[in-house]
């Protein structure tokens, strides 16, 4: 594997997300918007990652941990300034940088693995992603000359009215041969309408050097969607959801409403299991083949599911397992429970699992016929 250290800019303020939480610790699907990021730079071969930080750097920093290097951006100068910062990180690194930002958790490692393959076999000294857009609204313009060959980067701000119909943007994904790269981002002058260094100003600059630049389109847009807003984090989230159903789906499970279902991504489901409407299945729960759950149902971290298992309205499992072929069809609550194969569990069966305190087990036989309406007390 060819050497590859990537940069995720990550120090923006996130404004417009009106929180005390930095912008890239907001969660979808129940992590940190920062950890998709990070996840598609490891799987593309990332040896070291640096985050470049600044607003309310020290919450981030932590929940980064030590594995992943980390610089401050004092001041929030743009883009440009923010690769400056991890200059240090690249020093006597001859190889390839890949820029990412923070806050696009719905990049895809294949879209990258492509960019990355194009600007190797190219050889050229900047490769970025562009995507066709519908709303190309707020966004970096590509601009190419009468050949297609890419001439500049062109900003909303100072894009003129025509440059403002063109519709494939800057995704805000780089590859960069690291020497270029940081000599050209000094020479990159503030921009007068934002007052902020531009680092895809780096394009014309490049071309003004008459250095080759390449370019990878994604077929699926979205995927450069940033999250800027509460609304964003909610658009992303469903584009989120719509995926992992989609796989869940290929992979031969049913949903019968995707709507109204949300299945964390580290989620697994066997074949023929049919999913109904209402339900929420939290992370790392299992499910085996041919189980039908919900409607209305909620199946909490850790739940381990046999086959052809019921599960139905109103019912919630909480750190539990169930057995092969059992059931459990109405208004019910199994916490810290181990459930037997072929067991029933009436209406309105509750585990109480918690005396104030602590939790406690409840285990439950094979077989076991558990009446409605009980109470079972733990330990
Ligand atoms: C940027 C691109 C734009 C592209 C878009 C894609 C520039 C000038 N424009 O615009 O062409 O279409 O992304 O989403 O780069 N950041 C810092 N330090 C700063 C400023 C920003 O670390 O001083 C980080 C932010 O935290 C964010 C990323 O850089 O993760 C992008 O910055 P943002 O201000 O969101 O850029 P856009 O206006 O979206
Ligand atoms: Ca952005």
Do not use: W
Not at 227 to 254: C, D, H, P, Y
Not at 273 to 286: A, C, D, M, S
Not at 328 to 348: E, P, Q, R, Y
């Amino acid at each position: 594997m060819k050497d590859l250290r990537t940069i995720i800019l990550a120090a923006g303020k996130g404004t417009r997300m009106k929180s005390e939480t930095p912008k890239v610790l907001h969660k979808i699907s129940g992590r940190p918007l920062i950890d998709y990021v990070l996840e598609v730079a490891k799987a593309v071969g990332s040896l070291k990652i640096c985050v470049v930080l600044g607003h309310q750097a020290e919450q981030v920093r932590e929940h980064l941990g030590p594995a992943v290097s980390t610089v401050i951006q004092k001041k929030l100068l743009g883009t440009a300034d923010a690769v400056k910062c991890a200059k240090e990180f690249c020093r006597e690194y001859r190889g390839d940088v890949l820029i990412l930002c923070g806050d696009t958790p719905l990049l895809r490692k294949e879209s990258i693995r492509d960019l990355l393959q194009r600007h190797r076999r190219q050889k050229a000294a900047c490769t970025f992603l562009t995507a066709v857009v519908e709303d190309s609204q707020g966004y970096g313009r590509v601009i190419r000359d009468g050949e297609k060959k890419v001439l500049a980067i062109r900003e909303e701000g100072d894009a003129t009215f025509d440059e403002k119909k063109i519709r494939e943007i800057n995704v805000g994904v780089y590859c960069f041969q690291s020497e270029l790269l940081f000599k050209a981002v000094q020479e990159i002058g503030l921009n007068p309408t934002k007052k902020e260094f531009y680092l895809t100003d780096i394009i014309a600059l490049f071309v003004q050097q008459g250095l080759m630049i390449e370019t990878t389109q994604t077929d699926t847009p979205q995927e450069g969607l940033g999250v800027n807003t509460r609304e964003g984090l909610a658009i992303v989230g469903s584009f989120m959801r719509e995926n992992v159903l989609k796989n869940l789906m290929e992979q031969g499970v049913t949903i019968i409403d995707p709507l109204t279902t949300f299945i964390d991504h580290t989620v697994k489901i066997g074949t023929d299991t049919i999913i109904k409407p209402f339900t929420v299945i939290e992370e790392n729960v299992k499910i085996g083949k041919k189980c039908l759950i919900g409607p209305f149902a909620h199946l909490r971290p850790e739940t381990r599911i046999a086959d052809g298992v019921e599960i139905g309205n109103f019912a919630e499992v909480s750190r539990s397992s169930v057995g092969e072929g059992s059931i459990m069809k109405h208004f019910s609550f199994l916490g810290d429970a181990t459930v037997g194969k072929k067991v029933n569990i009436g209406a309105g069966v509750v585990t109480a699992n918690f005396d104030g305190e602590k939790k406690h087990r409840t285990s439950i036989g094979d077989e076991a016929f558990i009446g409605s309406d009980s109470i079972l007390v733990a330990p």
